[in-house]
T-cell receptor
Framework: EAGVTQSPTHLIKTRGQQATLRCSPI?????VYWYQQALGLGLQFLLW???????NRGNFPPRFSGRQFPNYSSELNVNALELEDSALYLC???????????????FGPGTRLTVL | GIQVEQSPPDLILQEGANSTLRCNFS?????LQWFHQNPWGQLINLFY???GTKQNGRLSATTVATERYSLLYISSSQTTDSGVYFC????????????FGRGTSLIVHP
């Protein structure tokens, strides 16, 4: 069974540009989570999508946005890129969804975004 | 929000040694996972363990939910165990907002 996949592996952008990151969950999983791991700052929760709806978001500005498609894949968009957006962006999927207590997460390999 | 503290922050071992990593959390939880992040950044699932004890080869974990802590045991450590170990918890009730600890960085020398 295929795991969580993310693309691209690496992404280099300049300040002010937009970045689009993609994630495909494990087959059958309806929840997708996005995290940012900046150097020295640990994993910070960004967004949670379940059944096409945004269920929760972390403490990030509105220029971080995303969506979940009918096939449960997801896209993270970062507008007006800033230097401090440089980080590893990790996507996870879960079989458990909104309203359930079970939320075991499985992570993809990540997209490393560099903003110059 | 829920607070998660991991200890020790750094650990250096010789191959073959045993170790215990700890995760303390400030509130009751429905979900708790241990991960190993390899040098390439991939997070590998080790255990899903909101309560009880589990074992997988040289690794085992115990969560005592009533006392708000979890332990990860690594026995007969190998150089491939090097990396960062994270504990992640989700609070009881309501929407799941996962919180990660800062991790324990483990280096195993041959």
């Amino acid at each position: 069974e295929a795991g969580v996949t993310q693309s691209p592996t690496h992404l280099i952008k300049t300040r002010g540009q937009q970045a689009t990151l993609r994630c495909s969950p494990i087959s059958g999983h309806t929840s997708v989570y996005w995290y940012q791991q900046a150097l020295g700052l640990g994993l910070q929760f960004l967004l949670w999508y379940d059944e096409g709806e945004e269920r929760n978001r972390g403490n990030f500005p509105p220029r971080f946005s995303g969506r979940q498609f009918p096939n449960y894949s997801s896209e993270l968009n970062v507008n007006a890129l800033e230097l401090e957006d440089s980080a590893l962006y990790l996507c996870a999927s879960s079989l458990g969804g909104f309203g359930t207590n079970y939320n075991e997460q499985f992570f993809g390999p990540g997209t490393r975004l560099t903003v110059l | 929000g829920i607070q998660v503290e991991q200890s020790p922050p750094d650990l250096i071992l010789q191959e073959g040694a045993n170790s215990t990593l700890r995760c303390n959390f400030s509130d009751s939880v429905n979900n708790l996972q241990w991960f190993h992040q390899n040098p390439w950044g991939q997070l590998i699932n080790l255990f899903y363990i909101p309560s009880g004890t589990k074992q997988n080869g040289r690794l085992s974990a115990t969560t005592v939910a009533t006392e708000r802590y979890s332990l990860l045991y690594i026995s007969s450590s190998q150089t491939t165990d090097s990396g960062v170990y994270f504990c992640a918890v989700g609070p009881s009730g309501g929407s799941y907002i996962p919180t990660f600890g800062r991790g324990t960085s483990l280096i195993v020398h041959p």
